[in-house]
């Protein structure tokens, strides 16, 4: 495929994506607001229940309840991403309850209060947030409170219920639900019933109808030569929409161009969206992230380098796994494979190297594991003399585990090398290292596979999957072309982080740990970096190559 024309067809489809909203100022007289005579109780804290009449503000709805804007938005998320709806019911905290009927604002008219539709003299309510397989039957079940009651509190003309559509649901008695004479004790019992049907409502996590995402990547459209990487993720996201969208999921996604550090986007965009993919590069994510909002979450799709920024950001996600995590895999695979004391563990370093920081942090992790080792280093020069004094250190009665710590090609290729002497010589080998190991051009693919190398890795596409084939299958079809790592990359975050998004809605970051997954060429298993940090990504495959020439995924 041409890559301009390919680009020019990703650039039309995010033209066509990224949709602008403009605000066209009005001067209006605000309409009065009415303090509720209708409460809610969550999680302890009483709310009042004020529905939204049209033209009303945040501002006049707070000045009559004296509470603040950013006390109504912690109550009511979706109000801060998605502003007022006509009709829409919010929760208003009763703190300023006190103040607000002392010291009404001029605005506001007070009005005698109204009768419960169905004539009851408790004015405190449920709200119920109705999930896709729920109807009146079931949620009139689950409350105790008669179906005509229901539809009588909520002005309902029929029995159909949309999704996310919040109900009110009496907790006092009702002209049709007689409440019987009652002990103290009793009624103390029932009131604890009603808090704790409160609270477990409140705690339920719903869903989305509609993810709001954005995808920040570096198409270099200026530039002769496009992005690869960055048009394949886009390629294996939009895949992604497909099969999300077939499952019936929807999903609102705005594409930019963040070329040349570019920040095309506002902070109200962010603002408004439940997830921000991007961009690649860390120095840009770092950008990003100083000015997205607190309430907004940034994935780090590609840089292994950005990690840091979980540090500092408790809302940044860094989806691709670190070095330290894979050296702490090779560790804890060691571990696992160990099978007793009579088994060497031996880690091979180079004399005077600049990877002498890996090696102090591989060091410490063995040490933490409880695994007794042995340290050897020579330099290149010496490599034709190293082979006595390493069988001095080794074994023939049992595996001699061997951990090689360097990303000097060379070197690595020199350590192979005699390895495999060793092993001609009937030593029992067993090869662990870093990824980078499987890019060395120079070392014997052959000898890797008699070392029977073990390796781990953030990223590995197994082509027997029956679901790898059929994306390669669909990507082919589709984009007329074989689809790269960035292209499994791009459907990998895309499904994950949606799907996650529309099954948890407002709560789905929440919901992030215990969550793993195994999906096309990533597994994500997402935990705190620490306490008000980020999340780091712990997932890892593991491959093994065969003596017989195979290369396995390693499976647990």
């Not at 509470?67 to 009709?87: C, D, F, H, M, W």
């Not at 696992?336 to 992790?365: C, F, H, P, W």
């Not at 073990?454 to 074989?482: C, I, M, W």
């Amino acid at each position: 495929m041409n890559p301009m024309k390919h680009l020019s067809i990703i650039a039309a489809i995010a033209f066509a994506t990224a949709v602008s909203a403009s605000l066209n100022a009005q001067d209006y007289e605000p309409v009065p607001v009415t303090i509720s005579k209708e409460k809610v109780r969550v999680d302890g804290n009483v709310y009042f229940s004020h529905i939204v009449m049209e033209r009303q503000t945040l501002y006049s709805i707070s000045k009559a309840y004296n509470v603040t804007i950013e006390q109504i938005y912690e109550a009511n998320p979706s109000v801060r991403q998605e502003g007022l709806k006509k009709n829409a019911i919010i929760l208003i905290p009763a703190t300023g309850l006190k103040e607000a009927r002392t010291s009404q604002p001029e605005s506001v008219k007070s009005q005698p209060a109204r009768d419960n539709k169905a004539g009851r003299q408790d004015d405190v309510y449920i709200i119920h947030t109705v999930k896709w397989f729920e109807d009146l039957d079931s949620i009139s079940e689950k409350y105790g409170v008669p179906v005509d009651v229901i539809m009588q509190e909520n002005g309902l003309t029929g029995r159909k219920l949309t999704r996310r559509q919040k109900l009110r649901i009496p907790t006092g008695p009702t002209e049709t639900q007689a409440a019987p004479a009652e002990d103290n004790a009793l009624q103390e019992k029932k009131e604890e019933q009603n808090k704790a049907a409160a609270q477990a409502t409140a705690s339920v996590m719903t869903g989305k109808d509609k993810v709001k995402a954005v995808l920040l990547l570096p198409f270099d459209s200026r530039e002769e030569k496009p992005h690869t990487g960055s048009i394949d993720f886009y390629c294996g996201s939009l895949l992604a929409l497909k099969h999300l969208g077939e499952k019936g999921t929807d999903i609102d996604l705005t594409v930019y161009d963040t070329s040349h550090g570019a920040i095309p986007f506002t902070e109200i965009l962010l603002l408004n969206s439940d997830i921000v993919i991007g961009p690649i590069a860390a120095g840009d994510l770092s950008s990003t992230i100083a000015r997205c909002p607190s309430g907004t979450t940034i994935v780090s799709p590609l840089d292994h380098r950005a990690e840091y920024l979980a540090d500092s950001y408790p809302n940044f996600i860094q989806a691709p796994s670190s070095s330290l995590t894979q050296y702490e895999d090779l560790a804890g695979w060691i571990k696992e494979e160990q099978a007793g004391n009579a088994e060497k563990v031996v880690v091979i370093y180079e004399k005077g190297s600049r990877d002498v920081t890996e090696l102090g942090v591989m060091n410490t992790i063995l040490e933490k594991d409880g695994i007794a080792f042995s340290s050897f280093s020579y330099s290149i020069l010496e490599g034709r003399d190293v082979l006595e004094p390493l069988k001095g250190m080794m074994t023939t009665e049992a595996a001699n585990r061997v951990l090689v710590m360097s990303e000097s090609e060379a070197f690595v290729n020199d350590v192979v090398r005699n390895l495999n002497l060793l092993i001609f010589e009937d030593y029992e080998i067993v090869l662990y290292a870093p990824s980078k190991i499987r890019s060395f051009e120079t070392i014997e693919v052959d000898n890797l596979h008699n070392a029977r190398l073990h390796t781990s890795l953030s990223y590995y596409v197994d082509y027997g999957n029956p679901a790898v084939k059929d994306f390669v299958k669909q990507y082919r079809a589709l984009y007329n072309t074989e689809p790269t790592p960035y292209a499994f990359q791009g459907y990998d975050i895309t499904v994950y982080f949606m799907e996650l998004c529309s099954e948890y809605g407002e709560e789905w970051e929440s919901n992030l740990e215990g969550h793993p997954a195994c999906l096309l060429q990533t597994d994500f298993d997402f935990s705190r970096a620490g306490e008000g940090k980020g999340f780091t990504n712990s997932g890892m495959r593991r491959i093994v190559y065969g003596p017989d020439y195979s290369i396995q995924l390693a499976r647990e």
